[in-house]
C-alpha cells in the first residue's frame, strides 16, 4: 500500500489531511464524521439482522436504476468520497454503463424497491454523468473491480450526509481476525425475494489471504488486491445488493472508520468457507486519484441480480458469485 512523490501527497490532502472544522455545506473538514450517531453494537448479521441508526453511515450511497415508467431499484451501494464522486464495484454495471439510468440517493436510510418515489425531505439524489470503470477490470476473474461515478451536481454535507476516508498510502496491512464493519440494504437471505429497505449493518473479521485462497476455501481465485472478510462457519456476510459497499475498518490513530474495502463477489452468501470477497482501496489509490484528479477543491477536502443465467443459484444484481467445477466455472449477474 506503501506509495510516494506528490500524487501520494496529493492523496493525504485530499482524503486524509485536513483536521479543521467541517463546513456542512461545502463537505470542507475531516472525513469519517459521524455527527448523527455512535454506533453501538454492529455485531450481528446483514443477513437478518440489524438495522442501522439513521445516520450511522453518512457517506453510504444507494445506487439506483430507474426504468421508464419512473420506477427505482436499488441496485448497489457506494461510499462518497468528494461532493461529486462516488466510489463502488465495476460489476455493477454489467447490466447498463449508460448514466442516464443510473440514480445516486445520499442520505438515505430506508430504500423501497421497485417505488416511483423514495426520497424523504432529507435524502439528496443526483444524476449519474460520468461512470469509469478501471481499464483493466474482468469481469471473469472480477480482478479490478472497482469503479467511480461522478454526478452532476455537488451534494451538501450535515447530519446525514459525510465524506468517506480511504486509508493513508503507507497504511499498516490489516491483521487477521480484525473486526471490520460492513453496511448495505442488500438481501437478507441468500433466497430472498428483494432487498432490505432499511440500512443493515454487521461486524465482520479479516481472514488471512492463504487461508481464503486455500483448496476447501476460494482455490485460488483470490487475487493479492482483494480482502476476504467474514467467519470461516459462515452465517455473517454481505449478499446481493450490497455490491459496492464499503467495507470498513477502524484506523487506530484516529478512531475513524477508513473505508478499507469494496463488497466485490462470494459464493452464496453466508456459506462456510465463502466469506465475502472485498476490492482492497488501499492498492488502489493512485488509480482513484488519476480519474478524480487533483485540483483546487480537492485540496480542501476531508483528511483523515437479475435471474442467474446460467443456473439458479443466486438471485438479483448485487454481489456476485459462481460455483466451482472441474477446471472452470459460472459468474452471474
Not at 482524503?15 to 450517531?37: S, T, Y
Not at 479490478?144 to 461515478?149: E, G, H, R, T
Not at 488486491?225 to 477502524?250: H, R, W
Request: proline share 6%.
Amino acid at each position: 500500500m506503501g506509495g510516494t512523490g506528490l500524487l501520494c501527497r496529493a492523496l493525504l490532502l485530499s482524503f486524509v489531511g485536513n483536521l479543521g472544522a467541517p463546513d456542512k455545506r461545502l463537505c470542507n473538514g475531516p472525513c469519517g464524521l459521524r455527527p448523527g450517531v455512535e454506533i453501538k453494537d454492529a455485531n450481528s448479521r446483514i443477513l437478518g439482522g440489524k438495522d442501522t441508526q439513521p445516520g450511522a453511515w453518512p457517506w453510504m450511497v444507494s445506487m439506483q436504476l430507474v426504468t421508464h415508467n419512473g420506477q427505482r431499484f436499488h441496485a448497489c451501494g457506494g461510499s462518497l468520497l468528494t461532493p461529486t464522486w462516488v466510489l463502488t464495484a465495476a460489476h455493477c454495471f454489467k447490466s447498463t454503463r449508460d448514466p442516464s439510468q443510473w440514480r445516486l440517493v445520499v442520505g438515505a436510510w430506508k430504500v423501497q424497491e421497485a417505488a416511483a418515489t423514495t426520497l424523504g425531505p432529507l435524502v439528496q439524489e443526483r444524476k449519474a454523468v460520468h461512470i469509469l470503470l478501471h481499464e483493466q477490470y474482468n469481469s471473469l476473474t472480477e480482478a479490478n473491480d472497482i469503479a467511480l461515478v461522478e454526478m452532476d451536481g455537488p451534494v451538501r454535507c450535515g447530519y446525514l450526509v459525510q465524506i468517506a476516508c480511504l486509508p493513508w498510502p503507507s497504511a499498516v496491512l490489516l491483521k487477521d481476525s480484525e473486526p471490520c464493519i460492513i453496511v448495505g440494504w442488500g438481501y437478507t437471505e441468500e433466497d430472498a425475494l428483494e432487498p432490505a429497505n432499511i440500512l443493515q449493518e454487521a461486524e465482520v473479521k479479516i481472514i488471512n489471504l492463504e487461508i481464503c485462497n486455500g483448496t476447501d476455501w476460494y482455490h485460488g481465485f483470490i487475487h493479492s488486491t482483494n480482502l476476504c472478510a467474514g467467519y470461516p462457519e459462515g452465517k455473517i456476510d454481505t449478499c446481493q445488493g450490497d455490491s459496492g459497499g464499503p467495507l470498513m475498518c477502524k484506523d487506530k490513530s484516529t478512531d475513524t472508520f477508513v473505508v478499507t474495502g469494496i463488497t466485490s463477489w462470494g459464493t452464496g452468501c453466508a456459506r462456510a468457507k465463502r466469506p465475502g470477497v472485498y476490492t482492497s482501496t488501499g492498492d488502489f489509490l493512485e488509480w482513484i486519484v488519476s480519474k478524480i484528479g487533483v485540483d483546487g477543491e480537492l485540496d480542501d477536502m476531508p483528511s483523515t441480480v437479475k435471474k442467474p443465467i446460467l443456473m439458479p443459484i443466486r438471485g438479483k444484481s448485487g454481489r456476485r458469485s459462481f460455483s466451482f467445477q472441474p477446471h472452470w466455472f459460472y459468474f452471474f449477474s
